[in-house]
């Protein structure tokens, strides 16, 4: 697989009209996938100590290896944002990803929120997870994503790190109220952070009077009807003219995973609609056309064909 498919060379073309697409074949939307375990989500936090994480039966190679089926069945490729400690224990899924084509980025070592985090914190703990993801992976990465999009107000000194570390995105803005992170005043479209290089790709989501809804993955995509979530990527792409930006993790494709104590809350966040999201991922991966976010934001043409077209160089 050559450079052009990893990104390397990032051409900015956020400010460019990427829509109406009108030439050829379906929009290209951006998918990506927070691969950590079952036991490193926020929910099991309490659940499951850090210092316990080597103890636990892992699933996540398998569950990511299954998303890498379903996602050569539909010929697309996406963004794989790795966590450090992951790529330290399964480099073999790492080399894999990249050699399926999919764009490598980080998702931090130890899953912790920015906002528990001091600025020292922050930097150890990225470069800490940098450097094991470019070590399995054999190229630089360039994305980065917070655990439980945790780039909030408040945190904002945490771009200007990630902008000296070599990032050159960062998608960790989901702009809805939620209890981990209220970001519900946030830019709902890519920009530029201030007095940085670091370009913010935000989830997507949809705009209905003052309000922002979601519906562009994880927990949301689970819970909501199907056709909810693709009425809105229709709309967003009809309607706002741009990509939408969408998120899974490994985890939520597997209804067998082990049944951790927690708390009612974050049972229901972790647990719920496990058993259909292997089938509504085939069927929104089979509706809509998926890249990298390093293709659908940054590529000069960021119009790209679906991975059956694109030149193997
Ligand atoms: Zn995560």
Request: aromatic letters at 12%; a positive charge; hydrophobic letters at 40%.
């Amino acid at each position: 697989m050559g450079p052009k498919l990893q990104c390397s060379m990032l051409k900015l073309s956020l400010f460019m009209p990427l829509y109406p697409h009108d030439k050829s074949g379906p929009l290209p939307n951006a998918i990506s996938v927070d691969v950590e375990d079952y036991f490193h989500t926020e929910a099991m936090s309490k659940a499951v100590s850090r210092t316990d994480w080597d103890k636990m039966p892992g699933r996540v190679q398998r569950n990511t290896e299954r998303l890498f089926e379903l996602f050569a069945a539909k010929k697309v490729r996406g963004t794989f944002f790795f966590l450090g400690w992951v790529a330290e224990r399964y480099p073999g899924l790492v080399r894999q990803a990249r050699e399926l084509g999919h764009e490598i980025a980080c998702h931090s070592y130890w899953h912790r929120p920015i906002y528990t985090l001091s600025a020292a914190e922050f930097r150890e703990d990225l470069h800490r997870a940098k450097a094991v993801i470019e070590d399995a992976a054999g190229i630089k990465i360039k994305g980065y994503r917070a655990p439980s999009f945790s780039m909030t107000q408040g945190t904002e000194w945490a771009a200007e790190i990630l902008a000296e570390t070599g990032f050159t995105y960062d998608s960790s803005i989901h702009p809805v109220a939620h209890d981990l992170y209220d970001n519900r005043n946030a830019p709902r479209h890519p920009f530029r952070v201030a007095g940085t290089s670091l370009v913010e790709i935000p989830i997507s989501t949809v705009r209905m009077g003052s309000r922002n809804f979601p519906f562009a993955g994880g927990g949301y995509f689970r819970l909501l009807p199907y056709a909810y979530v693709h009425w809105a990527i229709r709309k967003f792409n009809r309607v706002e003219k741009r990509p939408i930006v969408f998120y899974l993790h490994p985890w939520e494709i597997d209804p067998e995973q082990p049944r951790l104590p927690a708390g009612q809350k974050s049972r229901l966040r972790q647990y719920t609609g496990l058993g259909k999201t292997m089938r509504n991922l085939g069927r929104l991966l089979e509706e809509f056309s998926f890249a990298p976010i390093c293709n659908v934001f940054f590529e000069e043409a960021a119009v790209l064909p679906r991975a059956d077209g694109i030149a193997q160089d």
